[in-house]
Each structure stands twice: as C-alpha cells, then as structure tokens.
C-alpha cells in the first residue's frame, strides 16, 4: 500500500489533479471513476488538500486525495465498500512509512505518510470527524 505514497514523491507532481479546492478534485475523480471519496476542508486544522490522482490497488483503480502538514504529505486512499463493515482505525507501517487503516462503510481508507505516527492519528481523526453526517 505504501509504494504508490513512496512512487507519488518520487514523480515531479504526487498529484494528477492540483487544487486545494474539493469542488474541483471530486468531480476530476468522479469524471475518471465514477466515483469520489469525501474531501473535508481541513485547512483549519493544519491539513491542506493539495489535489487527487488514481491509484491502481490489486489491479483497480481507486480514488487516491493527497494532504499537506507542514513539510509532509498524506495520501489517503479510499477504496470504495459494498455495504461494508465499518472498522476503528488501526495503526501499520510498511517500508518506512506510518499507515492507518479504517472503514466507514463506503469506503475502506488507507492514509499513508512520513510524518510521526501521532500526527497522523491526529488527522484521521480529524477526517473521520469531518466526514460524520450532521
């Protein structure tokens, strides 16, 4: 999971589609996929959206939406669920990077970075919480 986080910074852009806005990386997805993950405006909190690209996971392409904290980048891959289970988050690494892994129904989300480990806990709270209903 960590080889496409490792392969975005290694290309002259870790984004396809660049825009902090989500009115404009959701639809780029949707156009591309049919489909969009939640895109949550968390500048205030620290974490800047940066833009989206395609991943390609066991063969299928899957929305991918990229964050910035300070000097690190977050890509978040959302792999869309049917009717799937929803799962607490859980804490791996792979290849030197920190990951988290949760479901929310939907979507089954891998958020991929550098950064320390609380950091990264850190935003997918702060994700999750965004994306709550209501």
Do not use: C
Request: glycine content about 8%; charged content about 20%; hydrophobic content about 45%.
């Amino acid at each position: 999971m960590a080889s496409g986080h490792q392969r975005s910074l290694l290309a002259t852009s870790p984004v396809d589609v660049v825009s902090s806005d989500r009115h404009t990386v959701k639809p780029w997805l949707d156009a591309r996929l049919g489909l969009s993950p939640p895109a949550p405006d968390m500048v205030k909190d620290g974490f800047a959206l940066i833009g989206g690209r395609v991943e390609v996971i066991g063969g299928r392409a899957v929305p991918a939406l990229v964050y910035r904290h300070r000097e690190h980048l977050i890509t978040l891959v959302a792999e869309p669920q049917n009717a799937g289970a929803v799962t607490d988050p859980v804490d791996l690494s792979e290849g030197g990077f920190s990951l988290v892994q949760w479901s929310d129904g939907a979507f089954s989300y891998w958020a991929i970075s550098d950064m320390e480990r609380p950091e990264l806990d850190d935003f997918v709270a702060r994700f999750r919480a965004a994306v709550v209903p209501g």
